[in-house]
C-alpha cells in the first residue's frame, strides 16, 4: 500500500493513529485499507502541500471522504447479514423442510431485504 500511495509505511501508520486512515485487522492483526485509501493518502498529501495543518485536514478528510466510508462499512454489513440469512436459511432446510418451503414461498427478496436492513438497525 505505501508504495502504491508513495509514501512510506510509517506514514500510514501515523494517518491511521490519527484516524485519517481506517484500516481492519487481520486475525493475525495485519491492517487492510479499502480501495479508497490510495485515494485518500493522495488527498492528505496535498493538502500537506497546500500547507494546511493535521486539524485542518482532518476535518477536510472527514468531510471528503465521510460518507464513502459510511457508504462501505454499510455495504459490508450487509453483506455479513445476507451471509447470515443465508446460512439461517440453510440450517432450516436442514432442520425443518416444511417450514423452509414456506419461508421460501411467502417471503420475497425484497422482504429478505428489508428483514436484514431493520436486523441491522437492531445491531
Same mark, same amino acid.
Given at each position: ?51 494546511? +495543518?493535521?486539524? !485542518?485536514?482532518?476535518?477536510? &478528510?472527514?468531510?471528503?471522504? %465521510?460518507? #464513502?466510508?459510511?457508504? $462501505?462499512?454499510?455495504? =459490508? ?17 436442514? +432442520?425443518?423442510? !416444511?417450514?423452509?418451503?414456506? &419461508?421460501?414461498?411467502?417471503? %420475497?427478496? #425484497?422482504?429478505?431485504? $428489508?428483514?436484514?436492513? =431493520? ?5
Amino acid at each position: 500500500m505505501a508504495e502504491k500511495a508513495k509514501v512510506t509505511k510509517r506514514t500510514i501508520d501515523y494517518y491511521t493513529s490519527l484516524g485519517l486512515l481506517k484500516a481492519e485487522r487481520s486475525p493475525s492483526n495485519y491492517r487492510y485499507y479499502d480501495h479508497s485509501a490510495i485515494d485518500r493518502i493522495a488527498f492528505i498529501e496535498k493538502c500537506k502541500d497546500d500547507g494546511l +495543518s493535521l486539524e !485542518e485536514i482532518k476535518k477536510k &478528510v472527514i468531510s471528503q471522504f %465521510s460518507e #464513502e466510508v459510511d457508504v $462501505l462499512e454499510l455495504r =459490508l454489513k450487509i453483506q455479513d447479514l445476507e451471509e447470515d440469512v443465508t446460512k439461517a436459511l440453510s440450517q432450516l432446510k436442514k +432442520s425443518d423442510p !416444511e417450514k423452509y418451503e414456506y &419461508v421460501k414461498k411467502n417471503i %420475497s427478496h #425484497e422482504s429478505l431485504s $428489508l428483514i436484514q436492513s =431493520l436486523l441491522l438497525l437492531l445491531n
